[in-house]
């Protein structure tokens, strides 16, 4: 038995009972930079397996939707910071040790690039349309000899981008749950996932729809593991991290995790497309939008159980 | 060149607080916020019981996490091993909070991230933090640790000290007294 | 005290005690050097030496601005009381000044609309009605039927007044309330008492005994640090307590008495340490007289006759008494401070006095010293006018050894009743805040409701300003010069308060509010003094300094040729009637008392009851500090504790919202639980000072429970009218929503 009693000066709003650094922002800006992610490698992986003409819906109009998804993302990081003025130093240094960091350098490579890729695409998306200023035309015609270069460089950046997502907070060793390496290969595959599923909601193509369920359950199917690993991971290890997989297993994220992020994110989007593999009908739009929220979730209650798991006080029993 | 690090004797603490006034006053942290605490631990049945108090602040870690996830290298260690937050490079990301196992930074009402300074400005004056300055029970050893004779480097070697989360691994430079 | 001191050689003894203390934090470095001496830094700090008034023990330190504002302050190293080092409501004092809830002008009450409200006046306004009612008062009812309370510093100068203006009913909730008993216990038994701050040599002591005393909770400054030092060493602590204080925490031996038997227990130590004899023969035979009778008064009163009663185990009563022994004359029973626990408390402390006397350590070093006080002149002002009457006579034959008068004894002679002579009918109330002080309040609001006039003088909008007809705000201790403080300790030593800040609002200081009153009142004699500078000026320049000097210093100690220990074999009288310690007191026999300490039964609660104990927090003093928004923001509201089993049974949670019941029906404030393993099943307990409920106080206001309010019973000291408070038993109500 142990009675923890914190007198005086604590208690500061924000840190206890509970940390509470991070709010909504966080987890919506590393859903959409997983989501973007997702997008972006399969257009270019896509692009690259020269489904061009197939895969529309992959290559190029998937890819419209990336420039404002990042912006959004970057808006919400924005809100997130409490001295805003200074968001410029972010862009004054670059360090390698700190996710946030070169997350931030990626961003700013990404963006521009992932504008470039789109553009390069508005003739094909949108062949009547005459853009009205020539130079941009002519500049978006430009940007086409670059393609396969671009497909490249996406295919690295976005990888880059989706690990990010998970590793922000796997580096954080000081909160428990985030304490594990398989954060970032499973924010990873949850962001292609969610990408996909993203693809799945534009594509019209029986054949690129087809595909990418395929891939998707793949996904589904990493993932599960990875999650299964993690808490197998929790708990082999010390009574902390004991802890933090707890709040999982009977704790207080038990039933929205297991229900939401586990059972309709995953497994029954699974089911549905193995169903809809197997030729019943299922209109794809029900196992791409389970994704996306269950994906969404997963986001949100990562990042808000790993603020209530610690090493040192608890508060929660 | 130094290296300071503070030595505490939970045998000595009383649990009084004055050490979190000492250093709201001091540095001006506003109310409703603090760069150190108290702490009190009771282990055992009625009434077999064993009571630790102990204040916490910043670890002032050699490996300090706080450092290694600020993007904007805002949180730095001086070169006697303090870690300080420059306020105007600090963007308030927060990540330096989540990544601190103990929980020893705050955001500021301006903004920025404020914690434990070790008291710099008074130290690089020859004075002690105002914390170990004011404790009525002498519960704190604040010094070099580069310096054998400093009276930190004595009582480290003669006595035995503890840190706290020592598996977190960043090697604080706060010691407590066993 | 009279002391009687045969002047042998002095010898200094300024060793590894006053050296250790600095060790701890004194560092050398070669780069940069540490120095704990090194005080102010930058160019911008300004400094104005203080005592603090947050407490009783009048640390002194100093008032730091930057840049003109107000920032921080700190001890002087060169105070006894504090050693530089302030206690964190010392340092949180600056909260005293900022905060916005403070008194800002004279308040008269009026009828307006049928309903009583303040209104704000100026000054002269208030000075002048205040005048003219104690005129009239004295006119109808004769001088003496005005009282004042007070507490703190700027009392003396209202005592002057109604003292000039014939009253002696003076009282301070310190006496009756307080530590009325222990100095009773300590006079009858060596003929002069413990004073403040106490002359317990704690830093010497080898082993120190207390008893309820929860030093490190009750944060008095000196003793705190000497305590510190004590166990750090390796001293024993043997903490007699029915919670697991920071003090037990702290101890070798921890012994959990069920509440109200400690006078068991001290009689079966005595009974131990004269049947091994372990007490010391030369000592008790030389300056001690009762011996004998005292011997055969404790036979009985054996470790196992103790066990029942206190449930602490016969071994280890027997074992602490060894190790006091042991360790003695280096031993110190501790004398207690807030004494009024059951009634019998003058000679629970006279136990504690006579173990003291058995163990020899009274005037030896590690026990009790001979504290040294500094002399300077007062103005010399007219004779005082003789009084016909004073409290005592409303108490005929009660109290007889009481030697202050009694603040709740005042109380009840306020309500009319047919057996009281004298009836008070105005009071004046300074810095005391008597509703909440004062045990059973609902004869306390009697009482005042019984007067015609009532002032009350303090810094804040505490509850005894809103039954006030004129409420007067005194500045605080940080912008206002007082009397100087020369308490007593090891060495004779003055302090200076001198104000840091201006006075905020319209607040001025009871030096200037007692004056203008003396000269409304025709008595301008009585402060020959206009300023208070002057005043200060005479008093500091009869004693070879000035304001100029002491502005600069702070404090200035006076080196004396002083023996701290006195009974080191020499031949002593003692201000007693035999001239000996009194372990026997002929006084009490003579007044019909038991001479030597008997143990009697108390009340127990009642099944589903537990006895309600309160005490301290480090950051708080009592009610004053509540509000201070520094000192707020370490502890905003108090809760209580109670034992897991208690909670159990009563479905408790920790930190669940509760109120309590105590047996007269009276429910508390809602207050939150803290089950913790660290109280008795038989009693719960909480910290005094919370669930305020004026609401001007916005940081106070209706946060935690208020004690008092559930003490609806005393139990009178017979001997000095000490108010017993700790009879009171309580049961659960679970708030409900
Ligand atoms: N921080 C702070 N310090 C203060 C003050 C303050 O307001 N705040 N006030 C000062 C003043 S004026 C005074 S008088 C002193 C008072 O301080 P003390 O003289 O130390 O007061 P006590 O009543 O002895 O202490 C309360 C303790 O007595 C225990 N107790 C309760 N009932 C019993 C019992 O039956 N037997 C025994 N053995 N113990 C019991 C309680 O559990 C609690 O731990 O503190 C002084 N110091
Ligand atoms: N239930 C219960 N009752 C108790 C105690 C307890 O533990 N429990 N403790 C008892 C003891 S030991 C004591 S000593 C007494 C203490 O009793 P008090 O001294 O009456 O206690 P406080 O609540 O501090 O009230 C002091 C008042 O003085 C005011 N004040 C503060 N500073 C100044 C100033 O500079 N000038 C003026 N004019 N006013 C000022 C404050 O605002 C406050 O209203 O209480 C006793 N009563
Ligand atoms: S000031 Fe000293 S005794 Fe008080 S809580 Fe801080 S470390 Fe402990
Ligand atoms: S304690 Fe926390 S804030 Fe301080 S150095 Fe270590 S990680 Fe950084
Ligand atoms: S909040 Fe400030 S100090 Fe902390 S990591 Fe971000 S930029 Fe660095
Ligand atoms: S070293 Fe200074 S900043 Fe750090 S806790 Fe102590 S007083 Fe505060
Ligand atoms: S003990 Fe604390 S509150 Fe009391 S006078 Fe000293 S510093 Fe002030
Ligand atoms: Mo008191």
């Known amino acids: 038995?142990?009675?923890?009693?914190?007198?005086?000066?604590?208690?500061?709003?924000?840190?206890?009972?509970?940390?509470?650094?991070?709010?909504?922002?966080?987890?919506?800006?590393?859903?959409?930079?997983?989501?973007?992610?997702?997008?972006?490698?399969?257009?270019?992986?896509?692009?690259?397996?020269?489904?061009?003409?197939?895969?529309?819906?992959?290559?190029?109009?998937?890819?419209?939707?990336?420039?404002?998804?990042?912006?959004?993302?970057?808006?919400?990081?924005?809100?997130?910071?409490?001295?805003?003025?200074?968001?410029?130093?972010?862009?004054?240094?670059?360090?390698?040790?700190?996710?946030?960091?070169?997350?931030?350098?990626?961003?700013?490579?990404?963006?521009?690039?992932?504008?470039?890729?789109?553009?390069?695409?508005?003739?094909?998306?949108?062949?009547?349309?005459?853009?009205?200023?020539?130079?941009?035309?002519?500049?978006?015609?430009?940007?086409?000899?670059?393609?396969?270069?671009?497909?490249?460089?996406?295919?690295?950046?976005?990888?880059?981008?989706?690990?990010?997502?998970?590793?922000?907070?796997?580096?954080?060793?000081?909160?428990?749950?985030?304490?594990?390496?398989?954060?970032?290969?499973?924010?990873?595959?949850?962001?292609?996932?969610?990408?996909?599923?993203?693809?799945?909601?534009?594509?019209?193509?029986?054949?690129?729809?087809?595909?990418?369920?395929?891939?998707?359950?793949?996904?589904?199917?990493?993932?599960?593991?990875?999650?299964?690993?993690?808490?197998?991971?929790?708990?082999?290890?010390?009574?902390?991290?004991?802890?933090?997989?707890?709040?999982?297993?009977?704790?207080?994220?038990?039933?929205?995790?297991?229900?939401?992020?586990?059972?309709?994110?995953?497994?029954?989007?699974?089911?549905?497309?193995?169903?809809?593999?197997r030729g019943y009908h299922i209109p794809p739009s029900i196992p791409a939008t389970f994704i996306l929220i269950g994906g969404l979730i997963l986001r949100f209650i990562v990042v808000d159980a790993g603020q209530t798991s610690r090493w040192l006080y608890k508060f929660m029993e | 060149m130094a290296r300071y690090a503070m030595a505490i004797d939970p045998k000595r603490c009383v649990g009084c607080a004055d050490c979190v006034v000492a250093c709201q006053t001091e540095n001006n942290v506003p109310v409703g916020y603090c760069r150190d605490w108290i702490v009190e631990e009771l282990t055992g049945q009625y009434p077999s019981l064993e009571l630790e108090i102990r204040t916490e602040r910043c670890n002032h870690c050699s490996d300090a996490p706080c450092v290694r996830s600020c993007p904007t290298g805002a949180s730095h260690y001086e070169e006697n091993g303090i870690v300080l937050v420059t306020h105007n490079e600090c963007i308030g990301c927060k990540a330096c909070i989540a990544s601190c196992p103990y929980d020893a930074r705050y955001v500021h009402p301006e903004g920025y991230v404020d914690k434990c300074t070790f008291c710099i400005h008074r130290v690089e004056e020859g004075m002690n933090p105002a914390c170990v300055e004011v404790c009525p029970t002498h519960a704190f050893v604040f010094g070099d640790t580069d310096d054998p004779n400093s009276e930190i480097s004595k009582t480290l070697r003669s006595r035995k000290s503890k840190t706290l989360i020592p598996e977190a691994g960043t090697e604080p430079n706060i010691f407590y007294l066993l | 005290m009279k002391s009687k001191v045969k002047r042998r050689e002095f010898i200094k003894i300024l060793g590894a005690g006053t050296g250790g203390m600095m060790v701890g934090t004194k560092l050398i470095h070669a780069f940069p050097k540490i120095d704990s001496s090194k005080q102010f830094i930058e160019s911008g700090d300004e400094v104005t030496p203080t005592y603090c008034e947050i407490c009783f023990w009048k640390c002194a330190g100093w008032v730091h601005k930057k840049d003109g504002k107000p920032w921080k302050i700190t001890g002087n190293p060169k105070d006894q009381n504090s050693n530089g080092r302030f206690c964190p409501r010392g340092t949180g004092g600056i909260g005293m000044y900022t905060d916005t809830d403070r008194l800002k002008t004279p308040l008269i009450r009026e009828e307006k609309n049928g309903k009583q409200v303040f209104r704000k006046a100026s000054w002269d306004e208030a000075l002048d009605l205040i005048a003219r009612r104690l005129t009239e008062i004295k006119g109808k009812w004769g001088p003496e039927c005005v009282a004042l309370f007070t507490h703190g510093s700027g009392g003396s100068y209202f005592k002057n007044l109604i003292k000039a203006f014939g009253s002696h009913n003076i009282a301070a909730p310190s006496y009756a309330q307080c530590r009325g008993p222990r100095a009773e216990a300590y006079l009858l038994t060596y003929g002069e008492g413990v004073g403040s701050p106490e002359r317990t040599d704690i830093r010497n002591a080898k082993c120190l005994v207390l008893i309820g005393s929860h030093i490190g909770e009750n944060m008095h400054n000196g003793q705190v640090q000497e305590f510190s030092e004590l166990h750090a060493n390796g001293g024993t602590v043997i903490t007699v307590d029915p919670r697991f204080s920071t003090a037990a925490s702290k101890s070798k031996y921890w012994l959990p008495i069920k509440p109200a038997t400690d006078l068991a227990l001290m009689l079966a130590w005595i009974h131990v340490i004269i049947y091994e004899e372990l007490y010391d023969k030369e000592y008790v035979k030389k300056y001690t007289y009762g011996f004998e009778e005292l011997k055969k008064a404790v036979k009985n009163n054996t470790p196992e006759w103790a066990y029942p009663i206190t449930t602490i185990k016969p071994h280890i009563i027997r074992e602490t008494a060894r190790e006091m022994a042991k360790q003695a004359p280096a031993t110190i029973i501790h004398p207690g401070r807030h004494v009024t626990w059951y009634g019998d408390d003058t000679q629970r402390v006279r136990a504690g006095a006579i173990l003291n006397a058995l163990l020899g350590s009274w005037g030896r070093r590690g026990g009790f010293f001979a504290p040294a006080k500094a002399h300077a002149k007062k103005p010399s002002i007219p004779k005082y006018p003789k009084v016909s009457k004073t409290w005592k006579d409303a108490f005929p034959d009660q109290f007889p050894l009481a030697n202050l008068a009694l603040s709740s004894g005042i109380c009840d002679a306020t309500i009319p009743s047919a057996d009281k002579s004298c009836n008070f009918k105005a009071w004046i109330v300074y810095g005391t805040n008597l509703p909440v002080t004062l045990p059973q309040p609902e004869k306390t609001l009697k009482a005042i409701q019984s007067l015609e006039f009532l002032v009350a003088i303090d810094i804040m909008p505490a509850e005894i300003t809103g039954w006030a007809d004129v409420v007067l705000p005194e500045c605080t201790y940080l912008e206002r010069y007082d009397d100087l403080r020369i308490s007593q300790g090891r060495k004779p030593s003055i302090a200076l308060r001198a104000p840091a800040f201006e006075p905020k609002h319209q607040t001025k200081p009871a030096y200037w509010m007692a004056r203008e009153l003396a000269v409304r009142l025709g008595l301008a004699d009585y402060f020959p003094m206009k300023t208070i500078e002057e005043y200060l000026e005479y008093r500091l320049k009869s004693i070879g300094s000035s304001l100029e000097e002491m502005k600069k210093l702070g404090v200035k100690e006076f080196d004396e040729d002083h023996e701290l220990y006195f009974l080191n074999g020499e031949e002593y009288e003692f201000g007693t009637p035999t001239g000996k310690i009194e372990l026997y007191s002929t006084t009490l026999e003579e007044a019909g008392f038991d001479p030597i300490p008997k143990y009697t039964h108390h009340e127990e609660p009642p099944e589903g009851y537990y006895r309600l104990l309160y005490g301290r927090a480090p950051m708080h003093s009592f009610g004053r500090t509540i509000n201070n928004p520094n000192l707020n923001d370490l502890m905003d509201q108090n809760e209580v504790w109670i034992n897991p089993k208690v909670a159990k049974e009563w479905n408790i949670k920790n930190g669940e919202m509760v109120r309590l019941e105590n047996q007269d029906g009276v429910v508390s404030h809602s207050i939150k639980a803290k089950v913790t393993e660290r109280i008795r099943h038989d009693a719960i307990y909480m910290v005094h000072g919370f669930g305020r409920m004026q609401k001007k106080l916005t940081r106070a206001y209706n946060k935690g429970a208020d004690d008092q309010q559930m003490i609806t019973r005393v139990k009178l000291d017979p001997i000095m009218g000490g108010t017993g408070m700790r009879v009171n038993f309580v049961t659960f109500r679970k708030e409900v929503a």
């Open chain 1, 1 to 277: 038995m142990k009675e923890i009693t914190i007198t005086s000066g604590r208690m500061n709003p924000g840190i206890d009972p509970v940390l509470h650094a991070w709010g909504w922002e966080i987890p919506l800006y590393l859903f959409i930079g997983g989501l973007a992610a997702g997008i972006l490698f399969f257009s270019a992986y896509f692009f690259l397996k020269g489904k061009g003409e197939k895969f529309r819906a992959s290559i190029q109009i998937g890819p419209m939707f990336v420039p404002p998804l990042l912006a959004i993302g970057l808006l919400a990081l924005f809100l997130d910071l409490s001295h805003k003025l200074y968001f410029w130093r972010l862009y004054t240094t670059i360090h390698l040790e700190s996710p946030m960091s070169w997350g931030a350098w990626t961003l700013m490579l990404i963006f521009p690039l992932s504008l470039a890729w789109a553009l390069s695409f508005v003739s094909d998306v949108f062949p009547q349309h005459e853009c009205k200023f020539p130079a941009m035309g002519r500049f978006m015609n430009w940007l086409q000899n670059y393609r396969t270069f671009m497909a490249w460089a996406l295919i690295l950046l976005s990888i880059v981008l989706g690990m990010y997502t998970g590793i922000l907070l796997s580096a954080f060793n000081a909160r428990p749950f985030w304490n594990t390496s398989i954060l970032g290969p499973l924010f990873l595959v949850s962001g292609l996932s969610t990408g996909t599923a993203f693809l799945m909601l534009l594509s019209k193509d029986k054949d690129e729809r087809r595909h990418l369920s395929q891939i998707d359950m793949i996904l589904i199917g990493i993932e599960l593991f990875l999650i299964i690993h993690m808490f197998m991971g929790f708990l082999a290890s010390t009574q902390v991290h004991i802890d933090a997989a707890q709040l999982f297993l009977g704790g207080p994220y038990t039933a929205v995790f297991w229900t939401f992020v586990v059972t309709l994110g995953l497994v029954f989007p699974l089911i549905t497309e193995f169903m809809e593999l």
